[in-house]
């Protein structure tokens, strides 16, 4: 396995729902962005993949080193396994200002050089300002930016992303989208991206991938899916624009 | 809705008032039962009396046992009601329902119920007494009896404060948390406990309040030893039958004492 790869192969059990998942992402060819109709296993997926859920089966394996692997017993518990995750509703700790939740995730070091390591992480997203302000008081743009300065000021190995713009008005999507894709460019680490926003898979895409009731159904690049859509779902998604 | 519905007819202007004076005079006699007795403690004595009333004897070692087992069951509600409070909030089904049930249960016993159930469980001849009488360390009647006691009648109040708090602890939060490298007990000290400090703080007040004020359970388990297991609500009871005036000061401590716990409860929770 070469680096920079998150390779998943698995099945689980999320409630009544048998789960298959089969990808590949790799740092250098843009993020996975995964679609599918509510209630398809999306957020189970990027949950197995962490580590909040258990697979039954399978592989996954993040830079040639297996994070679970259910035939030899590997199991790395989600604190060691350096993933970003960035929920849907960015889950900041609204007890601590803004630098204390970035600095949250810097690990083990002396205090200043936390502070030091937070506040780059803070500038490299472009929001060194917001530094002491209270969490309750960030626009939703701004919210999102913190989140992702907190999961990157650890230095994770892999990023995922839970529908990363539905929290947002409408009216800011568009630019926190654009802000978004461009640096994930810039990253350069696996990134799994769940979405259920047309605009979201063209602005991120590298590779698609369809899940439906628990099954990849389709992958490839928005264009394949468009030109030959496997199912009405995917159909529906390509079909719809604006957003 | 037509206007023909009403078969009956508006009610005549001239009883109009009735509904609000009627609402009016129970509201205030309810606020009268409640507010006489309180305004009574102050009203039927002096500062004199007070201050003779606190120097019987048993003034002193009630006071003092009582701080010491209230602060004791206090520290044991919080030590083992957090873990268990965690527990009960992250699982689901009947089996953790019924036990959350289970625990919530000792506020509506009737506190002689208690009484007779901890003699039952830990008295001489009780599930567990063989074996405590064995190691020696027989509980009724002692310090140790007067701090089950509270513990036992006290406990509810802190877990289902400590319960509802977790409860509100998004669980994305958690997980996020750990990705960022915590674990599990890193997690909760640093994330949980923070975010559910003002809800456990007033929990937790409430339960030491219960404590300082448990009577029944505390006389039959653990008895009326003067120094020994009279706490301030046992003294009260016993300088009824002496001295009113040393029940009457010993009222008012705890009367003040739990007007302080209320407002401090009220201000916290308003933060």
Redesign the interface.
Same mark, same amino acid.
């Given at each position: 396995m070469s680096s920079g790869a998150l390779a998943v192969e698995l099945t689980g059990q999320i409630g009544a729902l048998p789960l298959a998942l089969s990808m590949e992402a790799r740092g250098s060819a843009g993020p996975v962005v995964i679609v599918g109709p509510n209630g398809a296993g999306k957020t189970s997926a990027l949950?197995l993949i962490?580590g909040?859920l258990k697979p039954r089966s399978g592989r996954i394996v993040l830079d040639g080193e297996a994070l679970f692997d259910g035939a030899r017993g590997v199991d790395v *518990?989600?604190?060691? !396994?350096?993933? %970003?995750?960035l *929920?849907?509703?960015y889950?900041l700790?609204?007890?601590l200002d803004v630098l204390g939740n970035v600095m949250? %995730?810097v690990?083990a070091a002396p205090r200043a050089a936390r502070e030091r390591r937070a506040r780059a992480a803070l500038r490299d997203v472009g929001v060194e300002e917001l530094v002491g302000r209270r969490i309750a008081t960030l626009s939703g743009g701004e919210a999102q930016r913190v989140a992702l300065a !907190?999961?990157l000021a650890?230095g *994770?190995r892999a990023l995922l992303l839970d529908e990363p713009l539905a929290a947002l008005d409408a009216g800011i999507r568009r630019e926190v989208r654009a802000f978004l894709a461009a640096h994930l460019r810039t990253l350069g680490i696996p990134t799994v991206i769940v979405t259920h926003d047309r605009a979201d898979a063209e602005a991120f895409a590298g590779q698609m991938l369809v899940l439906e009731q628990g099954r990849v159904v389709q992958q490839g690049s928005l264009a394949q899916l468009e030109a030959q859509p496997a199912t009405l779902f995917t159909r529906q998604f390509v079909d719809h624009h604006g957003g | 809705m037509t206007p023909a519905g009403h078969s009956g007819g508006p009610p005549s202007i001239r009883w109009r008032w009735l509904w609000p004076a009627a609402a009016g005079v129970l509201a205030l006699a309810l606020l009268l039962l409640i507010a006489l007795p309180l305004a009574a403690l102050f009203l039927t004595t002096s500062p004199r009396a007070l201050w003779q009333g606190l120097r019987d004897p048993m003034v002193g070692p009630a006071i003092r046992l009582s701080l010491i087992t209230s602060t004791a069951s206090l520290g044991l509600v919080l030590l083992t009601g957090t873990p268990l409070a965690w527990v009960l909030a992250r699982r689901d089904g009947r089996l953790w329902r019924f036990v959350e049930t289970m625990v919530q249960l000792p506020v509506v016993l009737p506190p002689a119920v208690a009484g007779v159930a901890l003699l039952l469980a830990f008295g001489r001849r009780g599930l567990l007494g063989h074996l405590l009488a064995g190691a020696g360390a027989g509980i009724p009647f002692t310090r140790a009896a007067v701090v089950v006691a509270q513990t036992f009648v006290a406990a509810p109040f802190y877990v289902q404060a400590a319960v509802s708090m977790f409860r509100r602890v998004?669980p994305?939060?958690l997980?996020? =948390? /750990?990705?960022?490298? =915590?674990?599990r007990p890193r997690v909760f000290f640093?994330?949980v406990l923070?975010?559910s /400090?003002a809800g456990l703080t007033s929990g937790a007040a409430m339960s030491w309040a219960r404590a300082l004020g448990e009577f029944g359970a505390t006389l039959m388990f653990a008895g009326n030893l003067s120094g020994r297991t009279q706490t301030l609500p046992l003294a009260i009871y016993t300088a009824l039958e002496s001295d009113l005036r040393t029940a009457q000061s010993l009222s008012l401590i705890l009367l003040a004492v739990a007007f302080a716990l209320l407002v401090a409860i009220r201000v916290g929770g308003r933060r």
């Open positions: 949950m962490v909040a *518990p989600v604190e060691q !396994r350096r993933i %970003g995750f *929920p849907q509703r889950a700790f609204p007890h949250f %995730g690990g !907190r999961a650890r *994770p | 998004e994305d939060m997980l996020v =948390a /750990r990705t960022l490298g =915590a674990s640093r994330v923070p975010l /400090r």
